[in-house]
């Protein structure tokens, strides 16, 4: 067979070889595409003791991971020819950073095209809480407005002292948004941006007491495991109000929980949770809390964006190009 | 008894005479602060066959219409005297403009107050509707994430061209906000504003057909009784979404709710109806709209800044100088 020109379909044989890590059955709307540019191994449709793809196991050099199936040293042990992992979301709390620095492996995540969709989300979370949008919707929904004729009053969006933690992609969206509804932004992060106007606290402590309103928009790390703990809540005081569109783990659930029942802090906005799906059951009966099932970060256009990405970060590696949105390790 | 020094306090009768219009009962927090600087009449308190009562009746010259009580001219018959209605909320459909300006009645608003609330709001549905926000919480709070665990995607904020219909206080404010998302602006109103960058159409159907999301944010007048008909709704489409800020008259409901429960068009963020309180049943049903009662405009923060402006109002008509906030008829 002669070498095939580059621009005919190559056979199937010849087409770079990705992994498809992926939960069983969770789909992937792009697969025909993927199939079309790569050979694609995926444990899913493959016998484990089948010797060929055993083979293909130990030598594949790229594992695309999809949504939050997690990779860690074991399934990094299955795979050991691995030297780079594509990631489809943005948080990589479900991929072990550090024994992929320890192995050498280069990760890219998706940050881009969800940051945007975050940022609209946490002003969303935000506003619903403020002006008790959700809790409206029930209220109507409930037959209750013929009935009680009045709705408890709302807050006012302008003129909140927004605390940002984590001025990232997502974070640095969310206070342009909101300095267009008239906040006042103010931020924690592990240094101070120089290029940045808003006011820097050096910790969240300091952060809380001054914000009327924190958005947790930092990564999941060992550092900010439980960032918001009692101390913070305490801090934010009996008006404050959370919203969490970071990862579960950044506030300890159990004490938020208990700050909100006893009506310590004034309210929140959570799209994530500490034992996803499970969201602790006292907040059901909250009127001050909006829940949301993990999907700041989820639209149909960004879906619709992510084989792009994908292919072009897996493109960069197989060209030995940088990679287009490489996580710093 | 001497003339009072104006840094004293004047004797009751000495005060000026404001008649405050209000539903029977319905509360005025700030009631106390009005009586200490005027003589307040007050329907509700006093007998309609007092001859007291009566005189002052014929002879108040300002009338406070709290809330939406509506002035129409059988109220305004019972007080030939009055000059000057001052109204607490912004939109001013309960009061008979036309028969206000045949009588030579002068009319102030408090629109300033709300705008930014009102804008707030409806950036609050919108993305909640493309969002899916209390869609989601009600996913959460009938515990159906672990049962389910998918939940439906929703839609990009920007991007979307979002028509909005009225251009005023609050219409600016709603597009100075989604600017920040990312979203294409363009409107419609009575006349070209040339001092405006986006787009205008000089009739709401050609805006509906550029439109994602269509915002009503018009004063609700005979021109705009129905303005959203069923051509409006056909031309906005199938993916088409509305947000009613406004008032419930701007749209034919019924007509909506068919096209709603037929999908034929995407959604709905609606805060205002036809028939308050009453909302029609058959959208209780819907995942694809928010129902709101009627609270876009209402904050504490609003309320507590009405007696400001309604006092600026009253001194300003009895120091026969121009009101803080006339409404040109």
């Given at each position: ?250 506030i300890d659930e159990k004490e938020l929980c208990g700050f909100l029942v006893r009506g310590e802090i004034g309210g ?18 909250l009127n001050n809390v909006v829940l949301s099932p993990h999907k700041a970060a989820i639209t149909t256009e960004a ?27």
């Amino acid at each position: 067979m002669a070498l095939s020109d580059g621009h005919q379909t190559s056979a199937p044989t010849e087409l770079p070889l990705v992994l498809l890590h992926r939960e069983p059955n969770f789909p992937v709307r792009f697969l025909p595409l993927l199939r079309s540019r790569y050979r694609i191994l995926d444990p899913n449709e493959e016998s484990d003791s089948d010797p060929k793809f055993l083979a293909l196991s130990r030598s594949v050099r790229i594992l695309l991971c999809w949504a939050l199936f997690p990779v860690n040293s074991q399934i990094l042990d299955r795979y050991p020819s691995v030297e780079c992992v594509v990631a489809t979301s943005a948080g990589l709390d479900h991929i072990d950073l550090a024994e992929c620095r320890r192995r050498g492996i280069r990760v890219s995540n998706n940050s881009d095209i969800f940051s945007d969709d975050v940022a609209d989300y946490a002003v969303g979370l935000l506003i619903d809480v403020l002006r008790r949008v959700s809790y409206g919707d029930r209220f109507v929904r409930a037959g209750l407005w013929p009935v009680k004729q009045e709705f408890p009053l709302g807050l006012k969006v302008g003129g909140k002292r927004v605390g940002i933690v984590g001025l990232g992609n997502i974070g640095l969206r969310i206070g342009k948004r909101l300095e267009g509804f008239g906040c006042i932004i103010g931020y924690n992060s592990r240094k101070p941006k120089p290029e940045i106007q808003y006011p820097y606290f050096s910790n969240i402590l300091e952060l809380a007491q001054w914000s009327d309103i924190l958005i947790l928009s930092c990564s999941s790390t060992t550092e900010t495991f439980h960032i918001v703990d009692k101390n913070v809540m305490t801090a934010l005081g009996r008006e404050g109000i959370i919203i969490n569109i970071g990862r579960g783990s950044l506030i300890d659930e159990k004490e938020l929980c208990g700050f909100l029942v006893r009506g310590e802090i004034g309210g929140a906005g959570l799209d994530v949770f500490e034992n996803e799906p499970y969201v602790p059951r006292e907040l059901f009966d909250l009127n001050n809390v909006v829940l949301s099932p993990h999907k700041a970060a989820i639209t149909t256009e960004a879906i619709e964006a992510i084989p792009e990405i994908v292919m072009k970060n897996i493109d960069a590696f197989f060209s030995n190009k940088p990679l287009l949105s490489e996580v710093s390790l």
